[in-house]
């Protein structure tokens, strides 16, 4: 069986943009995952309470469908990172790469190493406007709808940068 998963992408350091082409590139090529959609790219400031003197983010959201579980999907994700050059050195800090499971299908999971709905979800317009961009119909497993957070979201620190093939850009 299938599930859908939104995956949330971003990056501060080196080139961001071709970052989140490559893990683009390299989660459509996961063994038991299919692409099934990519959000417009986003600009934003670093979120509230993220260390100081950071670069702007770069963001985007995937829809996968996978057959992987969500705990071996987070280990996909983090061989990822890894693969990009990530270091975890600070909490929110500054990123190569940073690859999260938003949603997996209507699933709630809290665990040591993994929380679905991911827990800033709501708080995170470099969150929820690229959710809109590829589900506008979107709702939490809670049955709040992604549309009814925008607004709440919304800040003039967020921007669209490219539309929802800047990911090719880089094939």
């Given at each position: 069986m299938s599930y859908l998963a939104y995956l949330g992408l971003g990056a501060n350091l080196g080139q961001p943009q071709q970052q989140l082409s490559w893990a683009?590139?390299?989660?459509?090529?996961?063994?038991?995952?299919?692409?099934?959609?990519?959000?417009r790219l986003y600009r934003s400031k670093p979120a509230l309470g993220s260390p100081e003197n950071q670069p702007d983010y770069t963001n985007a959201v995937v829809a996968v469908t996978t057959t992987l579980p969500p705990h071996q999907l987070l280990q996909q994700l983090q061989a990822l990172e890894n693969q990009a050059g990530r270091v975890r050195v600070e909490r929110w800090g500054a990123r190569v790469l940073d690859l999260?499971?938003?949603?997996?299908?209507?699933?709630?999971?809290?665990t040591a190493d993994l929380i679905i709905p991911h827990l800033e979800l709501c708080h995170r317009s470099f969150v929820v406007l690229p959710l809109l961009d590829i589900c506008p119909t979107l709702a939490l497993p809670n049955g709040t709808k992604i549309a009814s957070l925008a607004t709440a979201t919304v800040s003039d620190d967020i921007h669209v940068t490219a539309d929802n093939t800047w990911w090719h850009s880089f094939d």
């Open positions: 683009v590139h390299q989660l459509s090529a996961l063994p038991q995952c299919q692409l099934a959609a990519v959000s999260d499971i938003l949603l997996y299908a209507q699933d709630i999971i809290k």
